[in-house]
């Protein structure tokens, strides 16, 4: 646990009331309790983010931003209200934040717009451990302008290498360094201030992939001095089909609009368009209106919990399952870093990642097992396969030591 | 061993192979070779195909980093498709994936691939199980590459 965690001290809340209020999480699988640790693929969904679009649906909804009637207004309302939320949640402006169709999405924003900004001497930075949404549009940047790209390695810890990261950023062509907040893998939590401080340092700017990050620890984006900030509500217990782009004000006035159409526009003949004011100008069409209601209603549901006492409940589920794991003979965990959220991959000596998996479902729990959208990383740490337990905020000690118990069975099986 | 239904799938016969398969390596002198990959969970199941002198096969090996399911299909494979030319090879495969998919076995289908029939159950690991055909049929075709897709 880091030294800041201990000392803050939360209120601990209980996770058994938490749990009551996903629905979904009361079934049993294949006649076993439903123990759901895949939850960074995707998160299960609270009562109040399900009756939050259902109540919309049912009685509060119409386009929004044109209407002149009293549902349009009221649905206007609602999800400028959603797009407030999130930017309380991670400490910026309304005006900041732009709603995109998931992380991926918003990635690909910044690669087209942005990338229109930097020159083709230019280069972006991303790490080894990046997922596929955080490399290939960087990758067909390059192929389109000629921007190239480059990759900050990690060490054998899965830790950020910093003397990589300096050696890239002192060549002193970096025009973004375009990094994980939190490993998807590798649990691992990147330094964000400091790799901002020494991206700036070296004039470059930096995005951060928060897709994991803000689902397990509080988040802060003026402190971290983030230029990009992207992340996905599907994973922070809201619906699919929506993200967040956070950029600064004097970034996202800079940039050309992405999609084009409707909304998007200020005025328009059939010559030429104008602009809309960011984060309009790259809100092209009817927006994900009923996602956007379902994520404003997640974060009211995760700050009324709020996020320093779930992350002080996922570093003690760590704790626990790092101990337990450890009992398990011929289990590897990937991924050693100092500071590491409650992602945790691993190997099982003698059984493939889908053996594990398959036995781990017909046991009624569920884990990922694959790639995790993250080849090259898989390949650097020369790993084919890895199964992946991740925790969310229902997720329980029982359910840790369940996961063990049964992964002792499992590894007897194939030794 | 696994009390949970599992039975079926990890059956003795199937882990049999899995645990100490007859047919892997690669094969010197063959002919015929292709890479199979499952791009979704990173299945690899690289076939080398000796011939006879009659355009039949004579020896498979396999190699590559691959699930139980998978390193068992491919060593059962090796055993049941030796002899077989390139018709007698798509026709077992073709009545294999029918088993896979929940069909009664077809009358000639050897017992040793019947063994794979609690797959059924499994929909999400039938590219395991498949892979090392599509492998075999590629190699058979002269081309080097197969993906279970």
């Given at each position: 646990m880091s030294a800041s965690l201990a000392a803050a001290r939360p209120a601990p809340f209980d996770v058994h009331?938490?749990?009551?209020?996903?629905?979904?999480?009361?079934?049993?699988?294949?006649?076993k309790p439903f123990v759901f640790l895949d939850s960074a693929a995707s998160a299960q969904k609270p009562r109040a983010v399900i009756a939050a679009m259902r109540g919309?649906?049912?009685s509060q909804y119409a386009n929004v931003h044109r209407g002149l009637h009293f549902m349009s207004e009221r649905t206007t309302d609602a999800y400028e209200g959603a797009r407030r939320a999130v930017a309380g949640l991670i400490g910026a402006e309304a005006d900041e934040i732009v709603f995109t169709g998931n992380a991926t999405a918003a990635i690909n924003l910044v690669a087209h717009s942005f990338g229109t900004l930097l020159r083709p001497d230019q280069a972006v930075l991303v790490s080894e451990m990046e997922h596929h949404a955080n490399l290939v549009p960087w990758q067909m940047l390059r192929d389109r302008t000629g921007v190239a790209l480059r990759v900050a390695r990690i060490t054998d810890a899965g830790e950020l290498d910093w003397h990589s990261l300096e050696a890239e950023l002192a060549r002193g062509d970096i025009g973004l360094v375009a990094i994980t907040h939190m490993s998807n893998v590798l649990g691992t939590v990147t330094a964000a201030s400091r790799i901002a401080q020494v991206a700036h340092a070296a004039g470059a700017r930096v995005l951060f992939d928060g897709s994991q990050a803000v689902v397990h620890r509080p988040i802060d984006v003026r402190a971290i001095d983030a230029d990009f900030y992207v992340f996905t509500g599907h994973k922070l217990y809201g619906p699919t089909g929506i993200g967040v782009l956070y950029a600064k004000?004097?970034?996202?006035?800079?940039m050309p609009p992405f999609l084009g159409g409707g909304e998007m526009i200020a005025s328009v003949t059939f010559e030429r368009a104008t602009w809309n004011e960011a984060?309009?100008?790259?809100?092209?069409?009817t927006p994900p209106i009923l996602e956007a209601i379902g994520l404003g209603a997640a974060i009211g549901f995760v700050q009324a919990i709020g996020m320093d006492a779930i992350a002080a409940h996922e570093a003690a589920l760590t704790e626990h399952a790092m101990a337990a794991l450890a009992g398990v003979p011929g289990l590897r965990v990937i991924g050693q870093a100092q500071d590491r959220g409650g992602v945790i991959a691993f190997t099982l000596a003698g059984a493939h990642a889908h053996d594990v998996a398959t036995l781990l479902d017909r046991n009624g729990i569920a884990v990922r097992a694959g790639q995790h959208c993250a080849e090259p990383l898989l390949h650097r740490l020369g790993l084919g396969s890895t199964a992946r337990a991740s925790f969310g905020l229902y997720t329980t000690h029982d359910e840790i030591d369940t996961l063990a118990e049964t992964l002792l069975r499992i590894g007897r099986f194939f030794a | 061993m696994m009390p949970d239904g599992s039975e079926a799938l990890y059956a003795d016969a199937i882990m049999h192979h899995a645990r100490a398969p007859r047919h892997r390596g690669a094969l010197p002198g063959a002919q015929l070779a292709a890479r199979g990959r499952n791009p979704l969970c990173g299945d690899e199941c690289d076939v080398t195909v000796q011939l006879d002198g009659h355009r039949r096969i004579a020896r498979i090996g396999f190699q590559g980093e691959s699930c139980a399911i998978c390193t068992a299909s491919a060593d059962t494979m090796a055993e049941e498709a030796a002899g077989c030319d390139e018709a007698a090879v798509a026709a077992m495969a073709a009545a294999f994936t029918q088993l896979l998919h929940g069909a009664a076995p077809a009358p000639g289908l050897p017992p040793p691939l019947r063994a794979f029939a609690g797959m059924a159950a499994y929909p999400s690991r039938t590219r395991c199980a498949t892979l090392p055909w599509a492998a075999l049929q590629a190699a058979l075709a002269g081309q080097k590459e197969a993906s279970s897709e």
């Open positions: 009331a938490a749990r009551a209020e996903f629905p979904i999480l009361s079934q049993t699988i294949r006649g919309a649906m049912e004000r004097a970034l996202l006035e800079a984060p309009h100008k790259f809100e092209a069409g | -």
